[in-house]
């Protein structure tokens, strides 16, 4: 008798963007706009960093890495988001692939800037032996290593959140399935999945973030201890973008998941700059004080590339 009442959630019914009644048309073109320029941005980078020779080297590596973890984690959000601007219905295993891909993808985004520090770190502070430390070998595992164990992570939380029982409300206060929206409508206790996951999505950041700030305080002593002008010039550009992109990366996401209280009103323009305009500035921020990268582009569409 107690199963009468008890019907298992099949589907969830996202609530969207709140105080957007009206707005569905203008939201739709301006984050179709958006999505299309991430796609077209990224993948002109990846197509110019494999068609140029002298780009492969262990930094556009890692760019190609991370020009496709943008076109994956724009699009496990931003087409959902278009279609829930009048449907707003998902179902169950579209939420769980929702919440392990946006995991998966950001783990891995997270790590993988780790590793850029990095890279960065031998080839300012080790120039001579840079090819030596960086070689393919050492970037292929690193590389996989990051796709490995974030992985790993997002199963984890995956696993955690959807063996929870759902026979309740599937009305999710947010505008796409996320762990801390979806477990509150679960019927059991969620200790242990908050707090795992709270933990791993801020250890996770933590920890990268304080790898890249020791490898960019070795930078900044190597770089201070230069002779050349010129060669501070390089250093401090090469490091620029990264710096930029590791911003952008790292504050939306001290303000989500920090603080899962938050507002609404500033989580959500907050989250949805970090899912729909980020991956789509990346591939700017990095062209556009990056002569190689720009040589490329011209490569690639037929142009003539400067001569050194």
């Known amino acids: 008798m107690g199963l009468v009442n008890h019907t298992m959630v099949t589907h969830f019914i996202l609530l969207g963007i709140p105080n957007t009644d009206g707005l569905q048309t203008i939201l739709f073109v301006i ?15 990846f197509s110019a960093i494999l068609a140029d020779a002298r780009l492969h080297t262990p930094m556009y590596f890692f760019l190609c890495n991370l020009s496709m973890l943008d076109i994956g984690f724009s699009s496990i959000s931003t087409p959902k988001m278009l279609v829930n601007l009048w449907s707003r219905t998902i179902s169950l295993g579209g939420c769980m692939s929702q ?8 783990s891995t985004e997270c790590l993988l800037y ?102 960019y305080i070795c930078i900044v002593y190597s770089v201070l201890k230069m002779n050349s002008a010129e060669g501070r010039r390089k250093a401090v550009s090469t490091c620029g973008s990264h710096l930029v992109v590791v911003t952008l990366f790292f504050g939306p996401c001290t303000l989500v998941y920090t603080q899962p209280q938050l507002s609404k009103v500033l989580v959500t323009p907050v989250q949805i700059f970090s899912n729909v305009v980020t991956p789509m500035l990346n591939p700017a921020i990095y062209t556009l004080r990056n002569k190689e990268v720009k040589a490329a582009l011209r490569k690639l569409r037929g142009g003539q590339t400067p001569a050194r």
């Open 99 to 106: 919440v392990f891909f946006w995991h998966f993808l950001g």
């Open 114 to 215: 780790t590793v850029m520090a990095y890279d960065r770190y031998v080839a300012i502070c080790h120039p001579l032996r840079y090819l030596v430390i960086m070689n393919r070998r050492v970037c292929a595992l690193l590389a996989a290593g990051t796709w490995i164990t974030s992985s790993f992570h997002a199963t984890i939380l995956t696993s955690l959140t959807f063996t929870l029982p759902y026979c309740g409300s599937n009305v999710v206060d947010y505008f796409f399935c996320d762990i801390f929206p979806v477990v509150k409508l679960a019927c059991a206790d969620t200790y242990v999945i908050e707090t795992v996951t709270f933990t791993n999505t801020g250890m996770v950041p933590t920890a990268c973030f304080l790898l890249i700030l020791a490898s």
């Open 31 to 45: 984050f179709l706009a958006f999505y299309l320029c991430t796609l077209l941005g990224n993948l002109l980078i």
